[in-house]
């Protein structure tokens, strides 16, 4: 169904707090928007593709130093055997958050799960815009890209002069650096969960049972994700067959 242009000025107005009025009635709507979004996002992801295989293609086939096709496909193999499931289960579990332009955005800057979603989904909250609508799309994408910057900046300036403070920092806050991604997660945990306490509980019961329990670390992330979203889904379902008797 096309999108009524009107109304994508409206949803791109309020995806910004203070500027209302300031986008004009000739603004591109919401479908062009996404059209583009798949056409620049495909263009620079498959550009930047290309440009990460410059160096190796570059080391072993004009240096001479190509490691031989059997260590490539043994190295290729371990790693895919641990992290394969998340190229299939993060895109299909972080797009209904991230959107189309957000989630070409948040896989071509990286680090999803630590900055990218939870930017997305602080940012939905602050301005109640629900994930999977128009409005929830816009602000992650804006999020996302806001992030994306900070990130770079502060990367640079990590990169120029990293080194020389992590020799002045203490030991006892290098070895507490250890607890930073696992404090991310716990924070977006917690803010689901702020609304919905059981799916918390769920989640936190799923990842305890994937690291304590006997499941294969190549499995882990697969049954944890597929476990909680099939007994949250159940809960609903049992929750609206209630209400209705």
Not at 19 to 34: H, K, N, R, W, Y
Request: proline residues 6%; hydrophobic residues 50%; charged residues 10%.
């Amino acid at each position: 169904m096309p999108v009524n242009r009107e109304e994508s000025n409206i949803l791109l107005n309020e995806a910004i707090p203070g500027t209302q009025g300031i986008v004009p009635t000739s603004a591109m709507d919401f479908e062009t928007f996404q059209i583009k979004s798949h056409f620049w996002g495909r263009l620079t992801i498959w550009a930047v593709i290309a440009l990460t295989l410059i160096v190796p293609l570059y080391l072993s086939f004009v240096l001479g130093h190509h490691p031989g096709w059997g260590t490539i496909i043994s190295g290729f193999t371990a790693y895919a055997a641990i992290i394969m499931f998340v190229w299939v289960l993060e895109p299909i579990s972080y797009y209904p958050v991230l959107g189309v332009s957000g989630t070409y955005l948040a896989f071509l800057t990286g680090n999803i799960g630590n900055m990218c979603l939870p930017c997305a989904s602080v940012a939905q909250r602050v301005i109640n815009a629900e994930p999977g609508t128009k409005k929830g799309e816009i602000t992650a994408s804006l999020a996302i890209a806001t992030a994306s910057i900070v990130n770079a900046i502060v990367l640079i300036l990590a990169i120029l002069s990293g080194a020389y403070i992590l020799t002045i920092l203490p030991e006892s806050v290098i070895s507490s650096l250890n607890f930073v991604l696992p404090a991310i997660f716990g924070g977006v945990i917690a803010q689901f969960a702020i609304k919905k306490p059981l799916f918390g509980i769920v989640g936190i019961a799923f990842g305890l049972f994937v690291n304590l329990g006997p499941v294969p670390r190549a499995f882990q992330t697969f049954v944890c994700i597929l476990g909680t979203v099939i007994v949250c889904l159940l809960l609903e379902r049992i929750k609206k067959q209630e209400k209705i008797r």
